[in-house]
């Protein structure tokens, strides 16, 4: 997470100012939207549950921290929290594989009719959401070297996030927005695409307003499409249904073994795609 640039006052030259709005708005959106089904049940909530809120929300917390740590100069502390990024992101993977084994089994049990009904498509898009975070976490840290661009990257991986408790918010409290009018459980995936078009607009105008930096976003709205596509069309597919049932036999222990080493590779080969000496050149020869 180095600068090439010399900041002349606190948060100077530095992109994306308003940065520290956007992620903490996406931390109070995944307070609020899963505040009923599992702040408030969380003693009764399962084990996956526990690991994918602790790591996601770590997550996110972590991209305040770095914010705050590089806008008032203190590169140490934004070098401890890049430090702690490399360790946390196979266990933020290996949080989203825990949330795809408990749909498999609700989808194999069919325990509710949301299990039934969403359940392969569900699965399908966690599973384009998990690739999005290998890809734009690996982006951040090959080209830690461009702030712009490390940054950027750094600051798409809420909008993976977003779309989970936002389409939790909207129903409860902007009924409004959920304009499709259909019965549930249609209604959940309504709101789900919904929360995800958002993300993608979003993602969209940061990228026009700067085409050559905003690479990022773009990026991002491909991964978010493509989730929105599998969202909405997986459940009616039948391979795609009897797909996520050949997954669900798979022994969990593989499952979040390979989600480790898929976060693990992606730290350990995002960090050494640049070389150390190049940086602590780079970082010596910098005024």
Request: charged share 15%.
């Amino acid at each position: 997470m180095m600068l090439t640039r010399k900041m002349k006052r606190p948060g100077g030259n530095m992109p994306y100012r308003h940065a520290k709005y956007f992620v903490g708005f996406v931390l109070f959106v995944i307070i609020v939207g899963f505040w009923d089904s599992y702040f408030v049940p969380i003693a009764e909530v399962p084990t996956a549950f526990h690991v994918h809120a602790f790591t996601a929300v770590a997550w996110v917390v972590l991209l305040l921290f770095q914010d705050w740590s590089i806008r008032s100069r203190r590169k140490n502390l934004h070098k401890i929290g890049g430090m702690l990024s490399l360790f946390l992101f196979p266990f933020l993977i290996v949080g989203f594989v825990m949330i795809i084994n408990v749909s498999a089994a609700g989808y194999v049990a069919n325990e509710n009719p949301v299990a039934g009904f969403l359940g392969p498509s569900f699965g399908l898009s966690m599973m384009i959401a998990i690739l999005a975070y290998l890809t734009l976490f690996y982006l951040a840290l090959k080209n830690r070297r461009d702030v712009r661009l490390h940054s950027g990257y750094m600051l798409t991986t809420p909008l993976i996030l977003f779309e989970s408790p936002f389409s939790r918010v909207m129903p409860a409290y902007f009924p409004f927005m959920v304009f499709t009018g259909s019965d549930f459980p249609q209604s959940v995936l309504d709101s789900i695409v919904i929360a995800i078009g958002l993300s993608i607009v979003f993602a969209l105008v940061l990228y026009l307003r700067d085409r050559k930096s905003g690479v990022p976003f773009l990026v991002a709205a491909g991964f978010l499409f493509a989730e929105s596509v599998c969202m909405y069309v997986g459940t009616n597919i039948e391979w795609v249904r009897q797909g996520f049932e050949a997954y669900a036999r798979i022994p969990t222990a593989l499952t979040l073994l390979v989600g480790f080493l898929l976060g693990a590779s992606v730290s350990w080969l995002g960090w050494k795609s640049i070389d150390s000496r190049t940086l602590r050149t780079e970082a010596t020869l910098s005024p």
